[in-house]
């Protein structure tokens, strides 16, 4: 509950209740609190028994945690009941993402055989002032 709360923090919470509660109220308020505390979680765990009952023997098994949607896919893709394994495998993202940028910087990713399909021969426009391993300037300020 507190993962988030660091050392000087604490301390702070501390310095903070002995003030506005006071040294001889603040036990009392820490013992209300707790108190408050462990009767949100008894309804809590209530609550989920109830429903657990109403939903029948079928879901016996269910877990309120299930309804995060990380740990759905996480548990899906532990069970792998849809092969989503195999999906992921053969996917190649460096490979993919390679051919989309050789793509859009206009390289080819295959050589050609034939001479009709050189860009010469297809009626493109070649670029001969440029050398064909040259890169584009860097515009720091167009990224």
Same mark, same amino acid.
């Given at each position: 509950?507190?993962?988030? #709360? ?8 501390? *310095?903070?209740? *002995?003030? *506005? ?11 209300? *609190?707790? !108190?408050? /505390? !462990? +009767?949100? !979680? ?6 989920? =028994?109830?429903?657990?009952? %109403?939903?029948?023997?079928?879901? &016996? ?11 759905? #896919? !996480? &548990? =899906? ?7 989503? &394994?195999? #999906? ?12 989309? @940028?050789?793509?859009? =910087? ?19 426009? /070649?670029?001969? @002032?440029? +050398?064909?391993? %040259? ?9």
């Amino acid at each position: 509950m507190f993962n988030d #709360i660091g050392p000087l923090e604490l301390v702070t919470l501390i *310095v903070l209740a *002995v003030l *506005v509660f006071g040294p001889d109220k603040l036990p009392k308020v820490i013992q209300d *609190v707790m !108190r408050t /505390v !462990r +009767k949100i !979680r008894e309804f809590s765990e209530s609550a989920k =028994q109830d429903i657990r009952q %109403e939903l029948g023997p079928e879901f &016996k098994d269910f877990e309120f945690e299930d309804l995060n949607p990380k740990t759905f #896919i !996480r &548990k =899906q893709m532990d069970n792998d009941d849809l092969g989503l &394994k195999e #999906i992921r495998n053969g996917f190649d993202l460096k490979k993919e993402m390679a051919e989309v @940028t050789d793509a859009v =910087q206009g390289r080819d990713t295959e050589t050609p055989t034939t001479p009709s399909a050189s860009p010469a021969s297809s009626g493109a426009r /070649v670029d001969m @002032t440029k +050398k064909p391993d %040259e890169r584009p300037p860097f515009d720091a300020d167009a990224t």
